[in-house]
Each structure stands twice: as structure tokens, then as C-alpha cells.
């Protein structure tokens, strides 16, 4: 494209991110976002993909950075960031984040991604306790939880709420992986 001298445009940089997270090249990643217009790093879904895309590569400073760009994130910007903490071990800084998320952002994605970060980071206190103060708890959620005793050996604790969930649900399968 560059040596046709074709534009690019959001589409595009975002298609490009996203290739470079799931290649997970930090050099790779240097070079892509060195070539997006500054006017584009804000107020499109650029930011949130970069902050993805920083999580992915090891390095959240950058993620962090971009992040605390953003005047009043949404709910995904605040749970990609959750995730890029939980990514790179850092469980700590993705639970307080995770407080500071108003409650009206709060949804199964981002619960889960809490829940996967104390889950790596061996939080499970931090874990029941969330877990604890959701109100809708769907199958992702539940299975998440599950990770995260199973995790820490509290494999008493995960099937208590395997049973729990299969008192009003069909089994699923992947909760018991």
C-alpha cells in the first residue's frame, strides 16, 4: 500500500494493530505506530486497539500511557487496559484499576478479565470478593471463577460452584477444563 501510495485510514491502522498484536513483535509494533497521524489517536477506536496492542507486546507502560490519555473512557478502553494488566502479571495494578471503574461500565468482559488477572496473579481473595458482588453471573464468569480456584488447588471451592451453577444451567463442558 505504501508503495502504491495508498491512503490509509482507521480501518485500515486498526486491521494493521490488530495483525501486529497477535504477531506479538515489539519492533514490529514500534513501526506500525510510528506511522499513524497524531489525529488519529484520539476519539476513535485507535486508542483502545493500541492499548491492546501494548498489552499484548510486554509493554504496559506504553498501554498505560495511552490510556491515561483518554479524557473519560468507556467501558472497552477500561477493560482493555484490565486485561493488559492481567496479560503481564501485574494482578495489583489491574484490581485497582478495576475499582475505579464506574459500576454502569461494569460487564461480563470486564469481570472476567478482573477475574483472569487475580486468577494469574494468585489474588483469590480478590477474586471471591468480586465474584462475590456481581449480580448477573453468567457462564464465562462462573467458568473464570472456577479457573481461578482451580488455579490456587481450592479444587473443593471450584466444584461447590460448579455445583451451584449447574443447579439452574445444563452442564458445560468448560468448566471442568
Not at 485500515?12 to 505506530?33: N, P, T
Request: with cysteine.
Amino acid at each position: 500500500m505504501k508503495l502504491d501510495d495508498i491512503q490509509s485510514s482507521i480501518p485500515i491502522y486498526l486491521s494493521a494493530i490488530k495483525a501486529v498484536s497477535q504477531i506479538g513483535d515489539y519492533s514490529k509494533a514500534q513501526s506500525i505506530v510510528k506511522q499513524i497521524p497524531d489525529c488519529l489517536l484520539v476519539e476513535n477506536q485507535i486508542p483502545g486497539a493500541l492499548i491492546d496492542l501494548w498489552g499484548k507486546v510486554g509493554s504496559v507502560d506504553e498501554a498505560k500511557l495511552i490510556f491515561d490519555k483518554i479524557r473519560q473512557p468507556n467501558a472497552i478502553e477500561y477493560t482493555i487496559m484490565v486485561n493488559s494488566y492481567g496479560l503481564n502479571g501485574m494482578g495489583m495494578q489491574a484490581i485497582a484499576l478495576f475499582h475505579q471503574i464506574p459500576r454502569e461500565l461494569l460487564g461480563e468482559a470486564t469481570y472476567v478479565c478482573a477475574l483472569n488477572a487475580c486468577s494469574h496473579s494468585g489474588l483469590v481473595g480478590e477474586a471471591r470478593l468480586i465474584f462475590k458482588n456481581i449480580e448477573m453471573k453468567t457462564m464465562r464468569i462462573y467458568s473464570t471463577m472456577i479457573d481461578c480456584l482451580s488455579r490456587a488447588s481450592a479444587f473443593d471451592q471450584a466444584q461447590e460452584l460448579i455445583d451451584e451453577y449447574e443447579r439452574n444451567h445444563s452442564p458445560e463442558s468448560t468448566m471442568y477444563s
